[in-house]
């Protein structure tokens, strides 16, 4: 008599595996990563770099190549702009936050000092802060809790506070400004079936639209243009 049974697959073992678990290799690796981004988050993307090139989690971290990447692009770029420039004009007037930023006050008219801050933007923010956030926590939760509609729903939540709560030295409107455009970060995200690219370019032409405001000194204008 032929035996027709149809075992399992086994479990899943070996360097890559325990990396990518939540055993004693993996919970390293994380405490690594979220070291690295405590001190630098720029530190904390090449870590995760190192992770999916050692896991092959590219995939799972937002990787996948877009259907058309100019009109992936194209979209962030749109968004990014369009959502500071509502931000500034109307959302965070009307939560009563200052018309300027303290912390960025010295980029106006600063030519030197404005291409650092692209670069570091569109590198340390638009890449490394996405893929932190919305790449590497997003599959962190997903694979400890799932991806259902509730495990889903609470990690966007709990993410998108992290994300404001990182943002501190900017005062309670940083973090108001940079919990919303996180939330709205999360939510593409997880629209576009986890894909990573629209909310890169999406925050970096939003920080780098923020960048370009103070330079030219129309804080004070653009806040005013709703609120007077």
């Known amino acids: 008599m032929t035996d027709t049974t149809v075992l399992a697959p086994a479990p899943a073992r ?19 990563i979220l ?6 988050m720029p530190i904390a993307a090449v870590l ?7 896991t092959s989690a590219w995939r799972d971290l937002g990787f996948a190549r877009p259907a058309h990447w100019v009109r992936a692009i194209v979209i962030g770029l ?25 912390l960025y006050h010295y980029l106006v008219g600063n030519t030197s000092e404005i291409w650092k801050y692209a670069i ?21 939760s997903a694979r400890l809790f799932g991806k259902g509609a509730v495990a ?23 973090m108001v400004n940079a919990g919303i455009t996180g939330g709205i970060a999360g939510l593409i995200f997880l629209y576009t079936g986890r894909n990573l690219w629209i909310p890169v ?13 103070i330079y030219l000194n129309l ?7 709703v609120f007077k």
């Open 14 to 32: 070996g360097f890559r595996a325990r990396l990518r678990g939540f055993g004693p290799l993996g919970l390293v690796a994380f405490v690594l």
């Open 35 to 40: 070291g690295g981004a405590l001190v630098f």
């Open 48 to 54: 995760i770099l190192l992770w999916a090139w050692a």
């Open 78 to 102: 749109v968004l990014g702009v369009g959502l500071k420039l509502l931000m500034k004009a109307v959302v965070m007037p009307a939560f009563g936050a200052p018309a300027t930023n303290p």
């Open 120 to 140: 570091f933007v569109i590198v340390g923010a638009g890449f490394a802060e996405e893929l932190f956030f919305r790449g590497y926590l997003f599959e962190r």
């Open 152 to 174: 889903t729903t609470l990690t966007l939540i709990v993410i998108t506070l992290l994300f404001g709560a990182a943002h501190w030295k900017m005062g309670w409107g940083g």
């Open 201 to 213: 370019a999406m925050h970096a032409a939003f920080d780098l639209t923020a960048g370009a405001i």
């Open 219 to 225: 804080e004070t204008t653009i806040a005013h243009l």
